[in-house]
């Protein structure tokens, strides 16, 4: 099974044979955004545990612009949002449901207590990736809420 790093460079090179513009243009902004965590990290090739971080990050960032967009009325920038999201979205672990978060949230109050910011950190930890940090938290706040 080849790395992300390798996915992103074979994809990248194949996008750029077939003049494939959004897909070149994205995975240009997640090679960029890798290169300054591996500058910042001091390491010359990142591991998937570096980088699904980062993809989450510009996950967001996609989600929050495709919000905005909605908003503004912008099916430009909707239409440009979405199409990068499904993008990245294919590099990131399988997402965990709001089901298969429970028992983890559970765990973490019994680890840790309930308190809000450990069952996140705990949670996230857990999850490696598979999990948006909006939705646990909502997950979270809700439990928490019932005790």
Do not use: C, H, W
């Not at 992300?4 to 959004?22: H, N, P």
């Not at 090679?31 to 980062?54: F, M, N, T």
């Not at 089901?99 to 949670?123: D, H, N, R, T, W």
């Amino acid at each position: 099974m080849a790395t992300l790093s390798e996915r992103f460079e074979t994809d990248y090179k194949t996008a750029m044979k077939a003049g494939d513009r959004v897909r070149v243009d994205t995975l240009r902004m997640v090679k960029a955004a890798l290169q300054r965590v591996a500058i910042d990290k001091r390491k010359d090739v990142l591991d998937d545990a570096d980088i699904i971080p980062v993809l989450n990050q510009q996950v967001k960032q996609r989600r929050e612009t495709l919000e905005a967009g909605q908003k503004a009325g912008r099916q430009d920038v909707v239409d440009s949002a979405k199409a990068e999201l499904d993008i990245l979205s294919g590099y990131l672990p399988k997402q965990l449901s709001p089901e298969q978060l429970k028992p983890l949230i559970e765990e973490a109050i019994a680890s840790v207590g309930p308190q809000q910011g450990p069952i996140m950190k705990f949670v996230m930890a857990k999850a490696a990736g598979a999990a948006d940090g909006k939705t646990v938290n909502q997950l979270v706040a809700e439990r928490l809420k019932q005790s």
